[in-house]
Nanobody, 122 residues
Framework: QVQLVESGGGLVQAGGSLRLSCAAS????????MGWFRQAPGKEREFVAA????????YYADSVKGRFTISRGNAQNTVYLQMNSLKPEDTAVYYC???????????????WGQGTQVTVSS
């Protein structure tokens, strides 16, 4: 099993920034990609960003391109999401995700974190 623990959520004004962190533990040798999803109240969970642990290639949802940046830590068991120019519509619970392959992760991750709340006030 793989455990994912998120941190860094909070309340920020529109136009502000937040950085989310996710640390993976357990059978981390089985995961080759990590990423982020979000779920706003009354909406379905949606893909935000993903990164390959091997070559660092990245994928982003169109709604966050140019504002959010996903990166990995030196140990490659940690992934970050730098969120800039935040908008009220970015308000959601953000979930860390992990899987065996980056493209598959964008639709069906193998592992989920518990989520961290991000609230953007107008």
């Amino acid at each position: 099993q793989v455990q994912l623990v998120e941190s860094g959520g909070g309340l920020v004004q529109a136009g502000g920034s937040l950085r989310l962190s996710c640390a993976a533990s357990g059978r981390t040798f089985s995961i080759y990609a990590m990423g982020w999803f979000r779920q706003a109240p009354g909406k379905e969970r949606e893909f935000v960003a993903a990164i390959s642990r091997s070559d660092g290639s990245t994928y982003y949802a169109d709604s966050v391109k140019g504002r959010f940046t996903i990166s990995r830590g030196n140990a490659q068991n940690t992934v970050y999401l730098q969120m800039n120019s935040l908008k009220p519509e970015d308000t959601a619970v953000y979930y860390c995700a992990a899987g065996a392959q980056i493209v598959a992760l964008t639709t069906r991750p193998g592992y989920w974190g518990q989520g961290t709340q991000v609230t953007v006030s107008s």
